[in-house]
């Protein structure tokens, strides 16, 4: 090594050793320079490297300052003339020739250093500069040469190695001479070619065509953009040209023997993005915050045969580990890229040795302290250290003051076989072990009480007395809330709720990013989950912790095995099952659990296509005797029979509802009760097959599949209130089986549509209260706005058929809102007007009705004038609607003879005995022989029997004839919506 180089060696190891040595570093390179002799540094070192590439050879000068240069390529010879005196270090050249450049000679001439080499000819040269770098690469000019061993490249391309992207803008004060040199330097085909784009200069988005699968990490530091991958490759970054100063200031390429690492100067308070299109990936910068769509989960692990704690990275799919040097901090960082699109590290970890940093893509480590190992594992990154790192420790045995295990490794989070062994080393019995725990647990101080629960609690728990553990383990959290977020309290307190079958809290416990890169615990969740029903999520979280299955007790495994057959065959996973039993075979079973590996066995023989050794099986499954599987057993012989249509629907029923009180309390009771209901309404027993349902529901409300019965439920209830499946059931059954399942009503119009119809339904048979029962439901808890002002006059009308105007008016006023539709306020309008009528208040019902002019406001000033015996204005307002109608031939319609029939009645009323003969004169051919035609000639005979006879007939027809019209057409209009539907 020569004098310069050791210098420089021993200042970086000065630099890198910390921030107190960096304050003196000025100081000690200069008493290092100082003890040299003034000779050495006459003339300056310049090392100088070179490597073949397929199709060119690249010389890097590396000088400690920037130097101007100018090469000249003549025939076979390349010359480059440095505006500097150095002495060229050609010992760090390749020790083997090259392949387009051969040996060098230097000279030092007018203070300038020349060098020369001979070239192949024929060739090209393209030069560039990184920092105080300078390459030259030398490659065959295919252009004027035709020699066959020569690898080529595309037509007019050569691969360049970019030290630096091509884009690379120049430093300030950068001359002309460099500028053309940069200009004219080719693009090499072997080149990654940047391509940059800006979207209405909202973002600026840099892609990077890879050809193949790369993984990549993307992260920002001090205004630094950084872009690693995994493999190497010049950079092209000639379209970066136009952009610069738009985000981005400057870019370059650092040199790296098998990794692509990009570096970008960019504007203050830039986000990055990044993601994955294809095999090519793209970065956005962009003002907006984001984060990655994948999370990275950072967490303390412990680590066998490590001290203390580690930090883990919990991903797969991760590249190497790279360390480097930031060239604008001066620190270190270990940097990670990993596979999948837009996986980063959300949220920065800062510790005393190291800081983790906040990621786009990847993981990106600051390496703070000396003796740090950044590993990569199967399953993830740990940052650790000899000594152990400076972080909080996770094992609440070390909170508590107990001991690790006794081989001197971390404690393990579940340790059954220690824990049930007790405090006495020479004593295994049960009894004698928990008397030394209570009696340890009684003379507990309050400093150490919780350690002697802790003790308790484990030892309960690893002896089967899972109650018992759970009720010390609630008292510990209780006295201390912290415990709660401590690993080892969370993962055993989570394990005791799954033991006591309460699923939904273990799995609640046991996830947490505490234990996020605890395989152990995914094992137990993948219990949890099967037990919810949520078999997907538990196959997930099985295979998660699946390489450390064998680490656990048998068993353990047993049951971990169990439960992810039954996640695995739910998700019709048949070769992971069939595998998983190879495995349970070769454990050591007991004699349910080998009745448990036959009945998993005899529904892949069912599955399979073979029935009848299915058939077999699962008889030989209840003979066992095993409570649960035989009930198992059972109800899949039910449904084998009912498949090969060797029972009925009612003889299933019968058999499943025997079943019901075999196995009570899990997923099976569920499965039972959800296949009664199906079968129950496939008989068309709707109420029963609802209300199996419900209960399987209702017992079950944690369970996944419940939110599948649920939409079944939906699904037969709209069937029937919606399709018309209830129209075959009796009234008030349907009235019974609405009410009842009320919770299933739809939200939205299609419940609006089913209260209505069968509203309907009830008001054309009579039913009228329970029709108003039904819709003062739906105004009063499901209806607002529009949608309840349309069903509250739906519902005074059947008030008024039901003889209570009162509460037909008050429903009206009650629901009136002034964003209701006008066709929606004029019919309430007219209903309103018909119950001022039915109540005699008959100023305000004309008043109402004054501003209309239709059919039925016309029919309604007749009912109002006739109610009121205001006979001149009755007369007059009936002559006028039917005008000259006597003048046509066409025959009177039913309501037009009625219309006669009581103007004929107004003028007897009236004595206008004038008026009748000429009603009659007009009319008297029309009402003959018709509807109301013997009436109308006792009214209107000219030799009538006494007047007395004449009042009371008209007397009678004018106190019934109003039910003749608007009454009638009232309950037509529910009639014929029942029809229509």
Request: proline share 4%.
């Amino acid at each position: 090594m020569t004098v310069n180089s050791y210098i420089m060696v021993m200042i970086r190891s000065v630099f890198r050793s910390g921030f107190l040595m960096r304050a003196r570093l000025s100081c000690c390179a200069a008493l290092m320079i100082g003890m040299l002799p003034g000779a050495l540094f006459a003339q300056e070192m310049v090392n100088v490297r070179s490597a073949d590439h397929p199709d060119f050879t690249r010389v890097v000068f590396d000088w400690q300052d920037r130097v101007e240069y100018r090469p000249t390529l003549n025939g076979d010879y390349l010359e480059i003339s440095f505006d500097r005196t150095a002495t060229p270090n050609w010992n760090t050249l390749e020790n083997r020739a090259l392949r387009f450049v051969g040996t060098p000679t230097s000279r030092v001439e007018e203070g300038r250093l020349i060098v020369r080499f001979k070239v192949t000819a024929p060739a090209q040269l393209s030069h560039f500069r990184d920092g105080t770098k300078v390459a030259f690469d030398v490659f065959w000019d295919q252009r004027n040469s035709s020699d066959p061993t020569v690898k080529t490249s595309p037509a007019g391309a050569v691969e360049q190695e970019a030290l630096v992207p091509s884009a690379a803008p120049m430093a300030q004060g950068g001359t002309e001479t460099q500028q053309a040199a940069q200009d004219q330097r080719p693009v090499n085909s072997g080149a990654l070619k940047l391509g940059v784009n800006q979207f209405r200069g909202e973002r600026i988005r840099l892609s990077y065509p890879w050809e193949t699968d790369k993984l990549a990490a993307v992260f920002t530091r001090y205004n630094t953009l950084w872009v690693v991958f995994e493999d190497y490759r010049p950079v092209d970054q000639t379209r970066l040209d136009r952009f610069i100063g738009k985000r981005i200031l400057s870019g370059r390429q650092i040199e790296h023997p098998s990794m692509t690492v990009l570096v970008y100067a960019i504007m203050p308070g830039q986000n990055v993005k990044a993601q994955k299109i294809g095999t090519g990936w793209h970065i956005d910068l962009q003002d907006g915050r984001v984060v990655p769509s994948i999370p990275i989960p950072g967490s303390h692990k412990r680590i066998a045969n490590t001290p203390g704690e580690n930090f883990f990275f919990s991903v797969k799919n991760s590249g190497p580990v790279m360390v480097i040097e930031d060239p604008v901090i001066g620190d270190d960082l270990a940097i990670v890229p990993v596979a999948a699109s837009s996986q980063g590290v959300i949220q920065a970890h800062k510790y005393t040795e190291f800081e983790a940093l906040e990621t786009a893509q990847g993981i990106a480590v600051q390496l703070i302290a000396d003796n740090l190992s950044i590993l990569k594992h199967r399953n993830g990154v740990s940052v650790s250290n000899q000594n152990g790192l400076a972080i909080s420790q996770g094992d609440l045995s070390s909170k508590l003051g107990l001991d690790v295990a006794s081989n001197g490794e971390p404690e393990r989070l579940i340790d059954f076989p220690s824990w049930a062994k007790g405090p006495l080393a020479d004593n295994d019995d049960y009894h004698a072990n928990k008397h030394e725990l209570l009696y340890q647990l009684a003379n507990a101080t309050n400093n150490d009480r919780n350690e002697k629960r802790w003790r308790l609690a484990r030892f309960y728990l690893a002896n089967g007395r899972v109650r018992s553990a759970y009720g010390i383990l609630n008292v510990m959290k209780d006295d201390d809330a912290a415990l709660q977020q401590n690993p080892s309290f969370r993962t055993v307190l989570g394990v005791a709720n799954i033991l006591m079958r309460r699923f939904d809290e273990g799995a609640k416990l046991l996830t947490h990013k505490s234990l996020i890169a605890e395989e152990s615990t995914f094992l137990w969740r993948a219990v949890a989950h099967s037990g919810l029903g949520d078999h997907e999520q538990a196959l997930k979280d099985f295979l998660k912790g699946a390489d450390i299955l064998s680490l656990q007790e048998p068993r353990d495994r047993i049951r971990f095995l169990f439960a992810a057959i039954q996640s695995a065959y739910a998700q019709a996973d048949r070769d992971f099952v069939e595998s998983a039993l190879t495995v349970l075979r070769e454990l050591p079973l007991n004699a349910n659990e080998m009745t448990d590996v036959d009945y998993w066995q005899a529904l892949l023989e069912r599955d399979n296509g073979n029935p009848l050794g299915a058939e077999g099986a699962l008889e030989g499954v209840v003979k066992a005797g095993a409570r649960e599987t035989a009930a198992r057993a059972k109800l899949d012989l039910v449904n084998l029979d009912l498949e090969r249509e060797k029972i009925t629907n009612a003889e299933a029923i019968d058999q499943l509802e025997k079943l019901r009180f075999a196995w009570r309390g899990d997923d099976f009771e569920l499965e039972l009760l959800s296949r009664l209901g199906d079968l129950y309404v496939a008989q068309n027993d709707f109420y029963t097959g609802l209300k199996t349902l419900k209960l399987a529901v209702t017992f079950f409300k944690n369970q996944r599949r419940v939110a599948v019965l649920t939409r079944q439920m939906n699904r037969i209830y709209s069937n029937l209130f919606l399709s018309g499946k209830a129209d075959s059931m009796e009234p008030v059954r349907a009235v019974a089986l609405y009410s009842e399942f009320r919770e299933l009503i739809p939200l939205g119009a299609d419940g609006d549509q089913m209260a209505r119809r069968l509203a309907d339904r009830l008001v054309s048979i009579d039913l009228l209260e329970e029709a108003e029962e039904l819709l003062e439901h739906q105004i009063e808890f499901r209806l607002k706005g529009g949608a309840q002002a349309a069903v509250a006059s739906r519902l005074a009308m059947i008030y008024l058929l039901d003889s209570k105007p009162d509460k037909a008016l008050g429903i009206l006023r009650a629901t009136r809102n002034s964003q209701i539709p006008r066709d929606i306020v004029d019919r309430r309008n007219m209903i309103e007007v018909r119950a001022l009528i039915e109540l005699e208040r008959f100023e305000e019902a004309e008043v109402m009705v004054e501003p209309y002019r239709t059919a039925e406001a016309e029919e309604l000033r007749s009912d109002i004038y006739w109610k009121d015996e205001n006979w001149d204005k009755y007369i007059a307002h009936s002559n006028r609607l039917l005008g000259g109608r006597y003048q046509q031939d066409a025959v009177l319609t039913p309501e037009e003879r009625l219309a006669v029939l009581r103007l004929s009645v107004a003028y007897a009323i009236n004595n206008d005995k004038a008026g009748i003969k000429v009603l009659r004169d007009r009319y008297k051919s029309h009402m003959d022989d018709g509807l109301y035609g013997d009436t109308f000639e006792v009214i209107t005979a000219e030799q009538q029997s006494t007047d007395t006879d004449v009042r009371r007939l008209t007397r009678s027809i004018a106190s019934v004839a109003k039910l003749e019209t608007f009454m009638e057409s009232y309950r037509a209009e529910f009639t014929d919506a029942v029809e229509q539907n």
